[in-house]
């Protein structure tokens, strides 16, 4: 089975412009994320709207294909880059370009989901410490997904779900596994065709959650687990904790 990486990147961006362009450790932002992909996939691409993410990308030996300026998601992004790239590939993998420690072993962990035939769509997911605090699980930005005993997703919610009825909310993380979506996402190719084409949904809507309108539609997406924390990159502060990271981690110059 191959496996095409393809990493949605806009220049235009409410909360941060040009962040793909970010300097993060003396490479761009998109520079890292497509780094961390290159090798793990069959091939990899940055799919953008701009020349400049374009010629940025090609400056450090990148692959890149320049795609439409009206799309409203990644996926639709991702469905066009990879209608231009063609190839003989079965899954479409979609890595956002504000993920620049995205790891190997995540990438590794989605692929593992096609070894299930019947799998449509994949994602990741990461438990919840039990030292997290509830503070930390109530998050809205950080949507969770309750999935059934065949790793499928039953839904994603930016409220805490499942309700503990009877148990005081401190004690919410010591008696239940809680999943953090974590927002990688994976496609067979015929399968992503048929998704780009449907309206929006009234639960994608309520809970400007994307993939909610696939399972409204009558999709399974599949969910592997990983351990890994990530930082992803929203605002100028983001970068200012990921410039942080790299040099506790030693990694800025590599």
Same mark, same amino acid.
């Given at each position: 089975?191959?496996?095409?990486?393809?990493?949605?990147?806009?220049?235009?961006?409410?909360?941060?412009?040009?962040?793909?362009?970010?300097?993060?450790?003396?490479?761009?932002?998109?520079?890292?994320?497509?780094?961390?992909?290159?090798?793990?996939?069959?091939?990899?691409?940055?799919?953008?709207?701009?020349?400049?993410?374009?010629?940025?990308?090609?400056?450090?030996?990148?692959?890149?294909?320049?795609?439409?300026?009206?799309?409203?998601?990644?996926?639709?992004?991702?469905?066009?880059?990879?209608?231009?790239?063609?190839?003989?590939?079965?899954?479409?993998?979609?890595?956002?370009?504000?993920?620049?420690?995205?790891?190997?072993?995540?990438?590794?962990?989605?692929?593992?989901?096609?070894?299930?035939?019947?799998?449509?769509?994949?994602?990741?997911?990461?438990?919840?410490?039990?030292?997290?605090?509830? /503070? #930390?699980?109530?998050?809205?930005?950080?949507?969770?997904?309750? *999935?059934? !005993?065949?790793?499928?997703? &039953?839904?994603? @919610?930016?409220?805490?779900?499942?309700?503990?009825?009877?148990?005081?909310?401190?004690?919410?993380?010591?008696?239940?596994?809680?999943?953090?979506?974590?927002?990688?996402?994976?496609?067979?190719?015929?399968?992503?065709?048929?998704?780009?084409?449907?309206?929006?949904?009234?639960?994608?809507?309520?809970?400007?959650?994307?993939?909610?309108?696939?399972?409204?539609?009558?999709?399974?997406?599949?969910?592997?687990?990983? /351990? #890994?924390?990530?930082?992803?990159?929203?605002?100028?502060?983001? *970068?200012? !904790?990921?410039?942080?990271? &790299?040099?506790? @981690?030693?990694?800025?110059?590599?």
């Amino acid at each position: 089975m191959k496996f095409l990486g393809i990493i949605p990147a806009r220049y235009a961006s409410t909360r941060f412009p040009a962040k793909p362009l970010a300097m993060l450790g003396g490479k761009t932002v998109i520079q890292r994320v497509y780094e961390q992909v290159a090798g793990v996939l069959d091939d990899a691409y940055v799919a953008t709207d701009d020349e400049r993410i374009e010629a940025a990308v090609k400056a450090f030996g990148g692959k890149v294909v320049m795609t439409s300026v009206n799309h409203k998601s990644g996926t639709d992004r991702c469905y066009e880059a990879y209608t231009k790239i063609g190839g003989a590939f079965e899954v479409v993998v979609n890595i956002q370009g504000d993920e620049p420690f995205i790891q190997p072993s995540q990438l590794q962990a989605i692929k593992a989901c096609f070894d299930d035939s019947t799998t449509q769509i994949a994602t990741l997911v990461k438990p919840f410490a039990a030292d997290n605090g509830f /503070e #930390v699980l109530e998050n809205a930005n950080s949507p969770k997904v309750v *999935l059934n !005993r065949n790793m499928n997703a &039953l839904y994603f @919610s930016r409220s805490v779900i499942p309700y503990q009825r009877n148990a005081e909310k401190k004690d919410w993380l010591k008696n239940h596994t809680y999943y953090k979506h974590i927002g990688l996402y994976a496609y067979r190719v015929e399968v992503l065709k048929e998704i780009t084409s449907l309206p929006q949904s009234p639960l994608e809507l309520a809970e400007s959650l994307e993939q909610l309108r696939w399972l409204e539609n009558g999709y399974t997406i599949k969910a592997g687990i990983t /351990e #890994v924390e990530t930082i992803g990159i929203d605002t100028p502060q983001d *970068l200012e !904790r990921a410039e942080m990271f &790299l040099k506790e @981690s030693g990694r800025a110059a590599k």
